[in-house]
């Protein structure tokens, strides 16, 4: 069993930057692959960035160049760390521990079994 807790959600502008971390609980946490997954309203969840136990990361297109995903295994906790926020990145922020290590099985919220609470992220124009 994984529990996992987000924080440094916020308000930021249209620009600006945040880094979201997620802690957890259990001894195995690097051999866990983790993702980052959000949430806007009236819309699905949709896949982030995702960091594997073997080292494979992949981010979603719009997060390219924007977004830096991490994982420190000392502290169990993983950090996606974000730049030039826009608007459109408006949602809640959810984090994931699961298992997968090619790129398309890490993108997809189905190889994921703990998820955290949420942290909202708001971005004015």
């Known amino acids: 069993q994984v529990q996992l807790v987000e924080s440094g959600g916020g308000l930021v502008q249209a620009g600006g930057s945040l880094r979201l971390s997620c802690a957890a609980s259990?001894?195995?946490?690097?051999?866990?692959?983790l993702g980052w997954f959000r949430q806007a309203p009236g819309k699905e969840r949709e896949f982030v960035a995702a960091?594997?136990?073997?080292?494979?990361?992949t981010y979603t297109d719009s997060a390219k160049g924007r977004f830096t995903i991490s994982r420190d295994n000392a502290k169990n906790t993983m950090y996606l760390q974000m730049s030039s926020l826009k608007p459109e990145d408006t949602a809640v922020y959810y984090c994931?521990?699961?298992?997968?290590?090619?790129?398309?099985?890490?993108?997809?919220?189905?190889?994921?079994?703990?998820w955290g609470q949420g942290t909202q992220v708001t971005v004015s124009s």
């Open positions: 994931a521990a699961g298992a997968g290590s090619t790129v398309l099985t890490i993108s997809r919220l189905q190889s994921y079994f703990y």
């Open positions: 259990g001894r195995t946490f690097s051999t866990y692959t």
């Open positions: 960091l594997s136990w073997s080292g494979t990361t």
